[in-house]
């Protein structure tokens, strides 16, 4: 920032310095050439160059300040806001120690032109304590170091370049303005924004130590112009008020509008050949490629995660966190599972039921994730699976495994009255059988109102049974319920006399 920033300060405040005696004024502007008086006019010959002159976009250093055009910002920039801010950490000082501490600048649009810090400290012994200033930018300057005595303070001190008194020039409790041991102007031209660290060593070990109550910042800073906000101030920017244009735009070919700031629109044939050029050969001319230098980079190439090169040419480099939720997606090497949607990634679960929002086909309801039962009353998809209540698979009237249901309408294959073949039958139960309404095991036969089991019934002929009618039938010819009976009672007969 500092090669590319300058103040425009100086051209505010520099007037021309009397004549040097034994030095002349050449081109008559008021500044004497090197080695006379301050500041010096780089150009003696040129009235329009001295310390201080309106810088143009010439390629002429006309404000003698070692920039030229388009890294010099005097020619587009206007004093901006002074930003005063403080704290007051009211901190103890340690003996042969260092406590810091830091405020924070926001708000200001371009880097410092000016800074003074004032001071509030109460040391037991001044000459011990060295105090620095930290910019945001990690430059250091020392402020304080060995000043003073026993009992000494800096009470109100401020501490300014363009004070007239150094520290040694004044005494206990330098209330007023003082130059610093060092030089503040070191922070000029550098960034006004983030954290300022203010550090207070207590260099001697003397069981000696203190008190800081309080300090602040007063700086005055710059407002850089750039109408377009494309990073590009205008004396370096060939259209500032169009952010599309400036010198690292990519050029578009034939629309007659020369966007990358290098004096002409171009046709892509640099050879004259009547064909678009293809510098590096990788199958993209200079027209559709955006690096025709680089075999690599081309519309569709693989891009790198994370190189700071768009290989694709989309305009961006790919950090692999598209959707900036911070996970990083599979191609690069992440786990995201919906780099388009922040609110999808394995580390999330927002609804706190266990699963991750990649897995859990509602994050926003805690009822619903694959690790649930399903709820058949309850309108909502529990388990994930799809289905809501009575058209899951899991809720009675549509599952196998239930009662009253079965595989192909209110039946099921394991509850009693119900059969795979017929409603109202079942394999096991009483009263029903595979065939019509009769059961292998009850009172019921496989053919029609007999049973293989039961009294009075037989396999073979309506009331008859395996026990009985069938060995009446062998042994007694028709099965005369005379000649039975008679039998009968000739056994009974005989079992008496025994």
Do not use: K
Not at 226 to 244: K, R, V
């Amino acid at each position: 920032m500092r090669a590319l920033l300058l103040s425009v300060a100086s051209s505010l405040l520099l007037i021309p310095a009397a004549a040097h005696a034994g030095c002349s004024d050449g081109d008559g502007d008021g500044f004497e050439p090197g080695g006379c008086a301050e500041p010096t006019d780089c150009n003696d010959d040129d009235d329009t160059i001295y310390p201080g002159a309106p810088e143009a976009c010439d390629g002429i250093d006309s404000d003698c300040d070692g920039i030229d055009d388009e890294d010099d910002v005097d020619s587009d920039a206007i004093a901006g806001p002074t930003i005063v801010d403080g704290n007051t950490p009211f901190l103890q000082i340690q003996d042969n120690n260092t406590i810091t501490d830091t405020v924070t600048i926001t708000g200001a649009f371009g880097p410092v032109t000016d800074l003074d810090v004032t001071l509030q400290v109460f040391p037991d012994i001044a000459s011990d304590l060295v105090i620095t200033l930290t910019s945001p930018d990690g430059v250091t300057v020392e402020l304080i170091s060995a000043t003073g005595g026993f009992g000494d303070t800096f009470n109100g001190t401020t501490l300014d370049d363009e004070a007239d008194l150094a520290l040694s020039d004044g005494a206990s409790d330098w209330n007023g303005t003082y130059r610093p041991v060092g030089d503040l102007s070191d922070f000029d031209y550098g960034p006004a924004n983030g954290d300022w660290t203010l550090s207070v060593q207590d260099a001697v070990l003397n069981f000696a130590d203190g008190i800081w109550n309080q300090w602040a910042l007063d700086i005055d800073t710059l407002d850089i112009v750039d109408d377009d906000g494309d990073g590009f101030i205008a004396c370096g920017d060939c259209d500032d008020t169009n952010g599309t244009i400036n010198p690292d735009a990519l050029e578009i070919c034939n629309d007659s509008i020369d966007q990358d700031c290098d004096g002409d629109d171009t046709d892509g044939d640099f050879d004259g050949d009547g064909s678009v050029d293809d510098g590096d050969l990788d199958g993209s001319d200079f027209c559709t490629d955006c690096d025709d230098n680089d075999d690599n980079v081309f519309p569709g190439a693989a891009e790198v995660c994370d190189d700071a090169i768009d290989q694709d040419c989309d305009g961006f480099d790919t950090d692999g966190d598209v959707d900036g939720d911070g996970s990083i997606n599979a191609a690069c090497g992440g786990t995201d599972c919906d780099d388009n949607d922040p609110d999808a990634y394995p580390e999330l679960d927002a609804d706190g039921d266990g699963s991750n929002s990649c897995e859990d086909c509602d994050d926003g309801e805690a009822l619903m994730s694959p690790d649930l039962p399903e709820n058949c009353s309850d309108g909502l998809d529990n388990d994930c699976d799809g289905d809501f209540d009575g058209n899951d698979t899991d809720c009675a009237g549509d599952d196998d495994d239930s009662a009253g249901d079965d595989d192909d309408a209110t039946d099921d294959d394991d509850s009693a009255g119900d059969d795979d073949d017929d409603a109202t039958d079942d394999d096991d139960s009483a009263g029903d059988d595979d065939d019509a309404t009769d059961d292998d095991d009850a009172t019921d036969d496989d053919d029609a109102t007999d049973d293989d089991d039961a009294t009075g019934d037989d396999d073979d002929s309506a009331g008859d049974d395996d026990g009985c009618d069938d060995c009446s039938s062998s042994i007694l010819g028709d099965g005369s319920a005379a000649a039975f009976a008679t039998l009968m009672a000739l056994v009974a007969i005989r079992r008496c006399r025994r």
